[in-house]
């Protein structure tokens, strides 16, 4: 039977299975400690669609490779507009491109994609590797690196450079405050609404409304040189081709964009790929010597990062063990049928592309860890259709995924180049995500133990990153 959801008009069809669980509890229990093996037991037992109880809610989740189908034909009858209205209303705004769907999401899309291509970052190597460099530097020979925090201040800035032609500085703290009680609040809902009238929260998003107008008012008046805030300048220019795809106030939270679709996505990814690399000194050694090999002393290039297979494996498979997007929430707009069973309308979807990441038949020897089975001649995430889908399927597949890609690579390749570090304590292991907590492990430690300087010569001062060079200047010569 095809995966493709059908109305089903007055068809009588039975409701999905419900997964076992205890009395009043349903399956909390199980969803907390062990969620992605439990939605993979649940699966390999009821099938792809099945409902699940946890305390007082109920909603049905699709599974595996039939989910990711449904998610890119993109048929009419998933919507993330519930989802995300209450966030756009909170900001004032009547749209965000997160609850949009067909040609008005298609166009928002298009205009907002020239700011997170994958060409965008290859373009600015050099300034991602300056930035990294520069925040390595900041830790000695022997100090230990909290690794989240650090995470979160690099690719913040990276972002921030590579968009809006300057970093988040003091504001990265109102930054995640504000986008984490949002995507709480109204997208995941494990936080009250009453959590978005609290102190600290409505001073944070002053501030980061008040970071997106200096913006936006900078470029306008013609304060900023060409470049400084490109992401605002496709905005604006899309006013004028398109008149009246944006509202004032939704350029604002467009500005912020980079950070909500970026942010958590890119350090969760990069988290997960250091933990298991420095796990596995064997993969260490191939990565370093495939970096050398291709960089060879001289400066990173997009071509050179293109043809590092082994660190593109590397990440692939750190997110295959450790998913950084397992589940997709939707809502039924209509009724309608996904492998014999009833859909209803306005129902909670929950959609778990992360599934078959463990499963045998797709990935043999799930649990360890193997960048080979993403290489020729293997390419097991190729070999079943819809299997391996780390930043989501169809038309809202991650808006920063191509960027996000380069980020990583050009981040691993560069703290590798730079110096090295190992896990600390060295038997440490990393706790599962929880996806409530909206953050991996804040207690994953990697100790600084050589820092290589400027031997590997990736000093380069490129437009727009002059203080990044200064900063590196003044690190090397200590």
């Known amino acids: 039977m095809s995966t493709i959801s059908m109305p089903t008009g007055t068809t009588t069809l039975p409701r999905p299975p419900l997964a076992r669980g205890w009395p009043i509890l349903g399956s909390a229990l199980a969803l ?7 939605l993979r037991t649940q699966y390999q037992r ?39 209205a209450g966030f756009a209303q909170d900001f004032g705004v ?56 650090f995470l979160r201040r690099l690719v ?22 504000f986008i984490h009680t949002e995507v709480q609040v109204n997208f995941i809902r494990t936080k009250p609404r009453s959590a978005l009238c609290e102190f600290e929260f409505l001073q944070s998003k002053e501030r980061v409304r008040e970071y997106a107008s200096t913006i936006l008012e900078a470029r306008r008046s013609g304060k900023l040189q060409a470049g400084e805030s490109n992401f605002a300048d496709d905005m604006l220019a899309a006013q004028e081709t398109y008149p009246g795809i944006f509202e004032d106030d939704e350029i604002l939270l467009n500005i912020l964009m980079p950070f909500l679709a970026g942010l958590d996505t890119v350090v969760n990814a990069l988290l997960v790929m250091l933990y298991e690399i420095h796990r596995h000194p064997e993969v260490l050694q191939r990565l370093r010597g495939e970096i050398q090999t291709s960089l060879n002393q001289s400066l990173p290039t997009a071509a050179a990062f293109r043809s590092m297979n082994v660190l593109h494996a590397a990440a692939m498979e750190s997110m295959r063990l450790h998913p950084v997007a397992s589940l997709i929430p939707r809502v039924a707009v209509r009724d309608f049928e996904f492998h014999g069973h009833q859909i209803l309308k306005g129902e909670g979807l929950m959609l778990a592309l992360s599934v078959p990441l463990m ?4 990935f043999p020897n799930p649990e360890r860890f193997d960048l080979d089975r993403f290489l020729e001649p293997r390419n097991e995430h190729k070999q079943h ?13 991650c808006l920063g995924a191509g960027i996000a890609e380069v980020q990583m690579a050009v981040t691993v390749a560069t703290l590798l180049q730079a110096g090295e570090m190992v896990l600390d304590p060295p038997n440490y292991r990393l706790k599962p995500f929880v996806e409530r907590e909206m953050a991996p492990d804040s ?21 727009g990153d002059t203080e990044t060079a200064e900063e590196l200047d003044k690190a090397a010569t200590h």
Do not use: C
């Open 359 to 362: 499963m045998e038949q797709y």
């Open 156 to 177: 913040a800035d990276q972002l921030g450079m590579l968009t809006l032609g300057q970093v988040a500085g003091d504001l990265l703290d109102d930054m995640i405050r």
């Open 46 to 84: 009821l099938g792809p669609v099945f409902r699940v109880r946890a305390l007082k809610q109920e909603f049905v989740v699709l599974g595996g490779p039939e989910a990711a189908e449904l998610l890119a034909a993109n048929d009419g009858s998933l919507s993330s507009y519930e989802l995300w």
């Open 443 to 463: 207690n994953f430690y990697l100790k600084k133990t050589a820092d290589y300087g400027l031997r590997a010569g990736w000093l380069i001062r490129g437009e």
């Open 385 to 397: 259709k819809g299997v391996y889908m780390p930043f989501g399927a169809g038309s809202h597949v």
């Open 94 to 149: 009547r749209r965000i491109i997160l609850m949009l769907e067909g040609e008005e999401h298609a166009l928002w899309r298009k205009v907002m994609r020239q700011g997170f291509s994958k060409a965008k970052g290859y373009d600015q190597v050099p300034l991602l590797a300056n930035i990294t460099r520069a925040a390595f530097s900041k830790y000695a020979v022997g100090e230990r690196i909290p690794v989240l925090k």
């Open 32 to 38: 907390n400690s062990n969620m992605h093996g439990f």
